[in-house]
């Protein structure tokens, strides 16, 4: 039994990025999965929070949204939930994960991810475009002599795994994932380590055997993810 | 002189309209003035809000937003201003004079306005593609039988004026409306009257002759936008 | 067919000044348009907003209230709405027309409003006892030696003309408001020019001609608004 | 050594009491204690909060606020305090022991108590003023046909009292009040009992002799402002 | 009739404390008055709020909370009310009275009153333990070296007294509590003299003779707790 | 090496349980895991939130919170942060995973965990707790006659496992968990599945071979939770 829209157990769905979407943002792209859209910038600010004034250390932090009308249903306008949260803090700590914090010196890049469209994997989308923005954002302030050279120490991204009807999917849309027993996001980086696994079942449960068939799902899924991500910063050098 | 962009006096920006862009919601469209970018949505509600329980009568209902990087300089998520309250009641109230509202029924539509991209004009671009929005998730509901008819009474748009450096222009950007003398936003219909003039001078005064001159050129911008909307509703009559 | 309380159809409410109403503030006043009761007040403070530190340039601000039973039904307590925001947005936009913000150097007027009871044309009541207010509290900061001299401009006063029952009329009280198909609230200064002309149809539209005689109308009333602030401030020059 | 304004160590300032003060509330005063104003309003609703529906009894509630100027520094808007809390708290309990409240019916009075100045003494002269509301409104409704009776038991009003410089004074106004080394607020009906005794030091403590002197000047006053009541419900009969 | 429990109506019911409850504060103990159990933590800072630095005086501040389960209905987390306002403005207060806040410098106690079950009484729980913890913390601190003597002035307690079924008892549970005619929290120090006296009648009033047998109740009562409170802090002197 | 405290790596700290620690709440634990504190209740409501409303299905949901000095820093009071978010969430997910919710019917069980002492896995304490108090709850009701059986399908409990100083260990205090590379909180149910992994990096990356090992570390601490869970709850069947 093939999936809904064709797509082979172990397929991404078309992923498509349009760089330096936003003209203000130092970075910026609209990163699509199918038919999810995600606007992600980063915007480079000279100082630190608070808790780090003083420390010679920079900070990424992230905040992400939906438009009422990315979901079949509306959602509240200003109403961020304890989702959207998980979220954010997940995109932070990620995008940290391969930024060289001390390289970076007292500065904060402010990562946002607007949903335009939600049709399953919004956060893993948003890891990925994040990603290519905060990569661009660099650039731009290395060419423009603020800092001086790209602090980054490899790719990331992200990609959703599941187990709906039996079978171990790769990349879940909006119907899978709402009818899916169980569901790992999983985030990684270019050399093949893992940086975040969150498995999740549902009035359910998953056994030790089926999580090592997902994360080799979702390992195939991101060599592919980094493989555009490269393409699209080919004249980005770190 | 001519203007930064090279536009006459009396010229619109370039204006498109991508129709259908968020495939959830009843009526939608990305709308662009220039370099500004409104997703305008319409959600169709089978009720009312409670002050109208009741009266057989329906209502129109606008929210508008900007996405934290739509500006030069990153604005605080989730954190509507006094001018966002304005602006979302002037979308409201101007479409609702081309509604029958008896007609419509008990019923509410919940405008979405959501800037991706801000170069000035905004408010009158929402106004502009709302109205799209609205007469498309109308027919959507009339094909499906919930309506019966289309409760349109007029088009409607809008389009912002002003003086600068000693000039009386049409449609300002960004950076023709931060250094105008005075500006005004007029909403008007099809045949002509006005539904809305808000003329406003910020450290300045102006005459009567003035704004005579203005309400000419608003006329004129105004009459273009309604053939655009016109364009692009070819299939939907009311 | 004469209009309820027995007024002509250009013929203001009888308007009625109660200086240093409040012995605390700086400058303050009632006004009465009728039976709209308006408590103004104007507090100076020796800083700026944080967006004009270093400016050498004031700044005017103002916020409005209206206590619960100000109005028929009793609304509720610390609950801004978007009509409050938009109002007292107008008062301090309009009231910086007649100040040399400059002059001024880095002080801060905030004028509040406070409605005691509302009957219609309370945001006109506002600006037009709002200016009074300031005029006091700067010269009482003159007389105490803190500014040299006081920075205004001009007068500036405000009143709403309407449609209402096919007849143009000045000074719409709550009954001829809330039944008007438009109705306009002009600001003008002492010389004759505008400030803010808001010209808004609920549920209908107006032509150019309905403007230009509602701003004759209304041009009227505010020469009377300003004859009587001049008699209200005789002793103090600018 | 006298008082600042002259008054006997067991005087009270001058009270006023303007009746019918706000035109759309069911009762409505303006009191004055001395240079403090307060507008009282009592408002009638046919209903009980949720933990009363069905009980047959209704309920008496208060809310309190300051105007931003109606202190010598100007306290910010829509900020309700610790204390203002504690206010509308004693307000409504101090109104409730007076009114009975199965009589009432499943009816609620919302109190609204708004200081127009501050000179010491705002809740006490709430409190007594109130009451004068409250007995104006429960007449309006029984003339109106809604209630049958009257549902008071008797008068109630309050006044502060304290130690300041080392004297035991009647009715501190603001001077006195934030000099004082313990104050007093006493709430009294008609009777003589008392419904609430709220002594106060603070960085200081009293005796038991201490006390018992202030309650007896307390109750001087008490007797007094109960008389003002009388005077100004003279046509009411419970 | 004996109460319920079987205590005599001048009878506390069983205190207990236990010392340095949570390890991370300066000073703490759980104090229990039967089974109302609250946690007091002290907690030092080395600066004061705004409106006192420069003053080279200290402060005390306390903030009251109750766990949702600490009460036979469940109450909603986050959400303080009016309540909880005046109890933690009587808590700092009482506390305020017994401290030399010049001896104590520029810096601040929090106290944290967190009622873990609620059983009647729990502010005057509150008051006698938070006593405990500060003195606890002002060692400590005093044994850090931070401070050269430990600012304290007297003994501090707090009990309710009250008339329940025409009896005047004393340390009310909340079966007595929640049926009393009127009840009054009665603050003292060791001297004997009052810090705060809150008598409150709920739909009924009370005499003069009344209070008087309630405060030498609440005197005895009061006496009992000091003498636990030295027994808990017998090593600390001042 | 050994640790701190002295512990072995795959050594869970102290565990000790206390029943009913809560008089009101339908089930109630004390559970410490070593220095760490939480209060675990279980409320039982006849009713489900508005989105079960008419499904038959019942529902568990979780919140979180910690008192102001349970931390070494305090923390502020009703502040809930995106990390609480997270908590509550997973701990509702956690224990919806091992109840029959159709069984259950329309009822809500609202489970409150509150950290009194924070000394690093309050979550995977919270877990473990909860699922204790909320068994009590159930037999409660059962006894009560209000449901006929047990809707529980299996124990669950939860552990953490990280990563530091290059040693993989069991249940990390707080000093261990702030210095750790990576750690993972885990979640099973008694038959040995999955139902929740969360593994993260901060600041670093793990392989697959580690993130095994992690899990049987996990599993081992497991067990001994659940056979905990087992003496606590010996005469409760299902």
């Not at 438009?67 to 079949?72: G, N, V």
């Not at 990569?135 to 120490?153: C, H, N, Q, T």
């Amino acid at each position: 039994m093939p999936r809904k829209d064709g797509r082979g157990l172990d397929e991404l769905r078309p992923i498509r990025v349009t760089k330096d979407y936003i003209k203000y943002a130092e970075g910026s792209c609209l990163i699509e999965f199918g038919e999810t859209k995600v606007i992600c910038t980063a915007t480079f600010e000279d100082e630190v929070p608070p808790f780090l004034k003083g420390s010679k250390t920079g900070w990424i932090t992230a905040e992400y949204g939906m438009l009422p009308r990315s979901c079949e249903t509306r959602v509240k306008r200003n109403n961020p939930s304890g989702r959207t949260q998980e979220i954010q803090r997940l995109i932070g700590r990620s995008l940290r994960a391969v930024v060289d914090l001390e390289k970076l010196g007292e500065r904060t890049i402010k990562i946002d991810c607007d949903v335009i469209q939600a049709d399953g994997g919004t956060r893993t989308a948003a890891i990925t475009g994040s990603f290519i923005a905060l990569a661009i954002a660099f650039d731009k302030v290395k060419e423009a002599g603020i800092i001086k050279s790209i602090p980054l120490i490899d790719y990331i991204a992200a990609v959703s795994v599941g187990k709906s009807e039996n079978r171990l999917i790769l990349d879940l849309d909006y119907s899978e994932d709402s009818s899916a027993d169980m569901d790992m996001n999983v985030v990684m980086v270019g050399e093949g380590q893992f940086v975040e696994v969150q498995g999740t079942a549902e009035g359910s449960t998953f056994t030790k055997e089926e999580m090592d068939k997902l994360l080799n799902l979702a390992q195939k899924g991101i060599n592919q993810l980094i493989a555009i991500q490269k393409q699209n910063l080919s004249g980005i050098d770190f």
